[in-house]
């Protein structure tokens, strides 16, 4: 590799040659600050919080996107550069809606750092910024008031997510990140994936706060309230309270719910099981009877919505089955309290999702059962965290506790769901011991596994070919229907997730302060969930005793009218 | 003072889209002996010339042109670009050209793409022109009918149109890169450089761009000769410029002069003095983002060298004079208003430098202000000027610093809650 | 839809040409604006995002979201007027339309806009109404102007 040298802060470095000023400072370990820059994202060069000097060059430069060049001598901490700064975050602040202590974002905050760091305290400006626009119609909240306009959220929605419902509009002081007409998010074509909440440095993106709801519920003598608890929050939720990313928190979480006042707590990878239950015998239908292939998956909601507004032509391929947290809730509110003798209407369900578009989800009309919904409350991981702390439980002291029986019984397919290919691998699994009657060996796929944007592969079971593929990030996704719909591709069946990596980068999961680390902390997350599954009791679901017991007493069998009354649903073009 | 008409010579004496009348009067000329030179001959001329750019950034042009020759023919320039957007304050020359006499700017973007080999033209024109674009659309259409553009040019070979499009309403859309996205059909906000447009320009590929002033020069240095443009001016300038004398001048209007012309002469000489019998209180130079400067500097040649050697540009050659009735607090928040809202809103120190400027100077100006305001001024100016994405940001604090400069005494005033002109009302209300 | 049609034939539903569509649209809306069913249909027949559309229209100064009148006076606000009186001329205006900057006159005829230099410097102090510049103007010919188009309605 070539490389080249040149002097930072009087550090004699040599680093590869197309290095940015940026990535050479780090590698003398030297701390350049940073706001609009998310590396591989959005990399607009504009916010100018970065720049430097470097000698002999006109003007200062910003380190972010500034080449190195062989000789340079940088200075990143001269008067000049710290005075700039400081004019720059200033400027900034000025348009700021300060107002940290009741903020969300409050000691996560990129700008509240950057604040902090160099020292403000005064705000010399007077006027307030001019675009203030408070959209809380939907899961995701957007409050511009906070906007520092980075448009790091405009990159995700319509680079990477392909959804395109936000850009920058306007222009001078009026510039403003917006929807078209301003009109809510939930009125143009956002399909609540939350992404663009991940990357806002500050808090001017939001999920929607149902903790109210919850808090009420829990209150209410008359209310039975039941929680199920995603496979993703799990793996995340630890990082809310310092511990190591990719910490598994089951145990604690479950006495954390059991001290909130749940009445019981329950795991969403029996919906999860369910899922395949219902969708590999979808599969196999559809492959043995001519039926629309190929399948694809159904269970991520921002998936769901995203394929409602730009691939309508493809809703006959979506699979009929409701998702893992949806399925949960409709036996939660038939099948339990038929067993546990309670009624139905003081069923309360709430779920927590690492994802924000399960929000959007809960609340479909076409998904409620004699008038009642499946989930009545949706809160994300980090919600959950918040309300733990908010009751004053010592999180990290807490001991281990377990689920409750009946619909907390998981499996290792269950618990895969979380990563991309998790759904792909435990269909697998489950349609392999059908198609042989077996009760096969092999149980990793390790084909349809990684963080690869779109994975396929052709899986032999018992002489029957299966093509199949996995799309995580609605972008890839829309590349892969469109060489479907070039007729370039031939599958039987497809998983996509919206979120990049599954639902463990759901939009509800922590916030990283360090977003660079996303990868780092997707991969880790990633295989604590691999490590629950390879050390799970039963790794299929079709072995999940309560599901077998689910179908033994109330289903009958997987496609019967029952479950399609309870497990299935159907879709809404929106173009 | 010489009187070589280059630019204006058939300015009001043809019908502007006549082809016919713009030949009798000498015009094609300059393309007629073009197809007989080597492509690199006609660089050599303009490169003697000595024609710097006219939009502004006074970029050598036969060095421009050079190096757009230079990228080997594969990736070939594709595009010629004219920037016809004209949005600096002050500025109306390149409207005379267009109007009078534009096909003089399509013979020249034409020369060039015969040394380039470009097969696709663009006049961008600003949308506030749209009287104009149908001049050019139909100067276009005459030319191309009389085998000037189109098909197998003058029997070259040699094809070659040229497409009018119009801008909306954006100043930023005259900086290069933002007029390349608007061609595009997008927002004109500037892209980062490099890579520059000479390499990756107008769909990514490279893209030959010049104002209407300077494509205007390329006909008559072809015909006359580098050296002959070259000698109508002064040593390291040639030719001559087209000024806009505008403001509280007796005879406002667009003067061709050569290089060398003081701006004393063309303030007094070519525009009659200070109208009504007032004295003249400064000069803005160059347009709203140029510098402004007392009558110690008029004897300053219009000439790149001299100018620069006293701190002063050119710019677009916009001559705005203001006489003493005005206050210079006043005229500045005008000024500052007009790039507080012409500000692409892309990067920080432009989107939030510049309208915290003028909330500084609706304070100066209804007598809230404080010293530490003209220091914040100062300070703001310094960041602008230093880390700004474009030139727009990097430049608008031009005129803060130099009224700064020439008036402290007046910025003084207004700190104490005086306006000397009496033009501010230092009503003292909160805004 | 039909006017919106033949407008996106002529530019051959170029999308790099938008901009040249969304003009001509504003000015077959006969109220300087730019309707929203008109630019969501455009959206949709050039295949473009919605957000890159709004993005693109509000960025530009001279396009509207909102009905203007149908005639825009545009009264220039910057240096080279300024000095050249243009508050005069401003003042008058809304006197005489009986409107304030942004506003649009009852009767649906003119709207009355600020504007950033549009290069008529040297008739300074100077105002565009719709493709039509006055220059030089004194209060008698701002008045006399003014007439003429309210005759023409
Ligand atoms: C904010 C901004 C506005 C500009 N406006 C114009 C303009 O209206 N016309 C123009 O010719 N050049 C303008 N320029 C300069 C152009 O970017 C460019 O340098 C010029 O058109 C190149 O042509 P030239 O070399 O022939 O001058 C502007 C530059 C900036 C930064
Ligand atoms: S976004 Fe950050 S700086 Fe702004 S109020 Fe919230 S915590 Fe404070
Ligand atoms: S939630 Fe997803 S789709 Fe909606 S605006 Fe954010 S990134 Fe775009
Ligand atoms: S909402 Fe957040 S991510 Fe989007 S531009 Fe504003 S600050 Fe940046
Ligand atoms: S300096 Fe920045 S904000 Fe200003 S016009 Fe240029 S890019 Fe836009
Ligand atoms: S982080 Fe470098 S410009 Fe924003």
Redesign the interface.
């Known amino acids: 590799m070539e490389k080249i040298n040149l002097t930072i802060d009087g550090i004699d470095i040599s680093v590869a040659k197309g290095s940015t000023i940026l990535q050479a400072a780090k590698e003398a370990k030297v701390d350049i600050p940073t706001l609009c820059f998310l590396q591989g994202v959005h990399e ?6 970065c ?1 430097v000097e470097v000698e002999g060059w006109r ?2 430069q ?1 380190a972010c ?1 500034t080449k190195a060049e062989e000789g340079i001598v940088v200075k990143t901490s001269s008067r ?1 550069v710290r ?2 700064r400081r ?2 975050l200033e ?2 602040l ?2 700021h809606n300060r107002e940290c202590l009741s903020c969300k974002r409050n000691q996560k905050c990129e700008l509240q750092k950057l604040a902090e760091d160099f020292g403000i305290d005064s705000n ?4 307030k910024g001019t675009c203030v626009e408070l959209d809380q119609s939907g899961p995701v909240v957007r409050d511009t008031s906070k906007c520092v ?1 980075c448009g790091r959220c405009v990159s995700v929605c ?1 680079n990477i997510q392909k959804v ?12 403003s990140v ?4 301003e009109q809510s998010l939930s009125l ?1 074509s956002c399909i609540n994936c939350g992404q663009c909440i991940k990357v806002c440095p500050v808090g001017a993106l939001q999920e929607r706060d149902d903790t109210e709801k919850v808090w009420k519920a829990l209150e209410d003598p008359e209310l039975h309230v039941v929680v199920q608890t995603a496979p993703a929050v799990r793996v995340a939720l630890g990082e809310e309270f310092g511990l190591p990313v990719g910490t598994n928190v089951k145990g604690k979480m479950v006495t954390a719910l059991k001290r909130l006042g749940f009445n019981k707590i329950f795991d969403t990878t029996f919906g999860a099981d369910l899922t395949i239950m219902e969708e590999g015998t979808e599969l196999l239908h559809r492959i043995n009877n001519g039926g629309k292939l190929p399948l694809i998956t159904s269970c991520s909601p921002g998936w769901v919505k995203f394929c409602e507004h730009n691939y309508s032509d493809f809703l006959d391929n979506l699979s009929s089955c409701r998702s893992p947290q949806q399925m949960f809730g409709a036996v939660a509110k038939s099948y339990y309290p038929q067993k546990a003798g309670l009624d139905a209407n003081k069923v309360f369900v709430v779920s927590v999702m690492p994802c924000t578009a399960k929000k959007f989800e809960a609340d479909r009309e076409e998904l409620k059962i004699n008038g009642l919904k499946d989930v009545d409350a949706v809160i994300t991981t980090r919600e959950l965290a918040k309300m733990i702390k908010q009751a004053g439980i010592n999180f990290n002291e807490l001991s281990d506790s377990y689920y409750d029986e009946l619909l907390g019984t998981s499996t290792g397919a269950g618990v895969i769901f979380a990563n991309t290919g998790g759904v792909m691998e435990a269909a697998l699994r489950t349609v392999a011991d059908i198609l042989t009657g077996e009760d096969l060996q092999t149980i990793e796929y390790h084909e349809v596994r990684g963080l690869e944007g779109t994975k396929e592969a052709t899986v032999n079971i018992n002489g029957m070919e299966l093509n199949v593929a996995i799309a995580h990030g609605t972008g890839n996704a829309a590349k892969l229907l469109d060489t479907i719909r070039e007729g370039k591709a031939d599958y039987h069946f497809i998983e996509v997730m919206a979120c990049p990596g599954g639902c463990i980068n759901g939009g509800g999961q922590p916030i990283l302060m360090d977003k660079s680390k996303t990868q780092e902390v997707n991969q880790l997350r990633a295989a604590s969930i691999y490590s629950l599954d390879r050390t799970a009791v039963k790794r299929k679901s079709h072995d999940n005793p309560e599901i077998k017991k689910i179908y033994a007493e109330f289903l009958d069998k997987p496609g019967s009218s029952k479950a399609h009354q309870l497990l299935h649903t159907h879709y809404i073009a929106r173009n | 003072m010489g009187n070589t008409k280059i630019l204006s010579s058939r300015f009001g004496k043809i019908k502007p889209d006549s082809v016919e009348e713009f030949v009798a009067a000498g015009g094609y000329e300059g393309l007629k002996k073009a197809i007989t030179m080597k492509p690199e001959e006609i660089i050599q001329e303009i490169k003697n010339a000595y024609l710097f750019g006219r939009g502004g950034a006074a970029y050598p042009t036969g060095v421009k042109w050079e190096q757009a020759y230079a990228i080997p023919l594969e990736k070939g320039p594709k595009y010629m670009i004219c920037n016809a957007d004209e949005g600096e304050p002050g500025t109306f020359k390149d409207r005379h050209i267009m109007a009078e006499d534009p096909l003089m700017l399509i013979e020249g973007m034409t020369i060039g793409a015969f040394i380039f080999g470009a097969k696709e033209g663009y006049i961008y024109c600003r949308g506030e022109y749209s009287g104009i674009q149908k001049i050019l659309k139909s100067a276009i259409k005459n030319a191309t009918e009389a085998g000037y553009l189109g098909e197998n040019i003058m029997g070259t070979g040699l094809n070659f149109n040229i497409k009018v499009v119009s801008g909306a309403g954006a100043y930023v859309c005259g900086e290069n890169t933002a007029l390349v996205e608007s061609i595009e059909g997008k927002t004109g906000r500037p892209r980062r450089k490099p890579p520059y447009i000479k390499n990756a320009g107008l769909n990514m590929m490279p893209t030959v761009l010049n104002n209407v002033e300077t494509y205007a020069c390329i006909p008559w240095i072809v015909k006359e000769g580098g050296e002959t443009f070259l000698s109508v001016g002064t040593e390291f300038s040639g030719g001559t410029k087209l000024m806009c004398l505008s403001g509280n001048v007796v005879q406002r209007g667009v003067y061709e002069v050569p290089f060398g012309t003081t701006l004393r002469e063309l303030i007094y000489g070519l525009g009659g003095g200070i109208a009504g019998g007032k004295t003249l209180k400064f000069v803005h130079l160059g347009g709203s983002s140029g510098a402004c400067f007392p009558e110690e500097l008029l004897d300053t040649k219009i000439c790149y060298n001299d100018l620069r050697k006293n701190g002063l540009s050119l710019g677009s050659g916009a001559v705005l004079v203001v006489d003493d009735t005005h206050c210079v607090v006043d005229y500045l928040k005008t000024v500052m208003e007009f790039f507080e809202d012409e500000s692409c809103g892309k990067c920080t120190p432009c989107r939030e430098g510049n309208r915290r400027m003028v909330e500084i100077l609706e304070k100066l100006t209804s007598g809230r202000g404080a010293k530490e305001d003209l220091e914040r001024l100062q300070r703001l100016a310094r960041t602008m000027r230093n880390t700004s994405f474009c030139g727009l940001g990097q430049s608008a604090p031009v005129p803060v610093t130099t009224l700064l400069k020439h008036f402290a005494a007046e910025f003084e005033a207004h700190v104490q809650g005086r306006c000397p002109s009496g033009k501010c009302s230092m009503s003292g209300v909160r805004r | 839809m039909e006017k919106v049609d033949e407008v996106l034939e002529k530019f051959r539903y170029a999308k790099e040409d938008l901009i040249q569509i969304l003009l001509e649209l504003q000015m077959l809306s006969g109220k300087n604006y730019l309707p929203q069913e008109w630019v969501e249909y455009v959206a949709k027949a050039l295949d473009m995002p919605m957000n890159k559309v709004y993005g693109v229209m509000t960025f530009y100064g001279m396009f509207s979201t909102k009905p203007r009148g149908k005639n825009l006076i545009e009264v220039c606000k910057s240096g080279p007027c300024h000095v050249s009186g243009s508050q005069g001329i401003e003042l008058m205006l809304e006197k005489e339309l009986a409107i304030k900057p942004g506003e649009t006159t009852d009767d649906g005829l003119f709207t009355l806009e600020r504007s950033n230099c549009f290069g008529a410097c040297d008739i300074a102090p100077a105002i565009k109404i719709g493709e039509k510049v006055y220059g030089n103007l004194t209060p008698d010919s701002l008045r006399a102007v003014i007439k003429s188009y309210r005759e023409e309605a």
Do not use: F, M, Q
Not at chain 1, 44 to 49: A, T
Not at chain 1, 164 to 174: E, F, K, Q, S, T
């Open positions: 607009p060069g504009s916010c100018r919080i720049v003007g200062l910003p996107v000049l005075e700039t004019d720059i400027l900034i000025a348009n010399y400006y007077e006027k306009l319509s395109n419902a936000i850009d920058l509009a306007y222009r001078g002081p009026n510039t917006t929807t078209p007409y143009r």
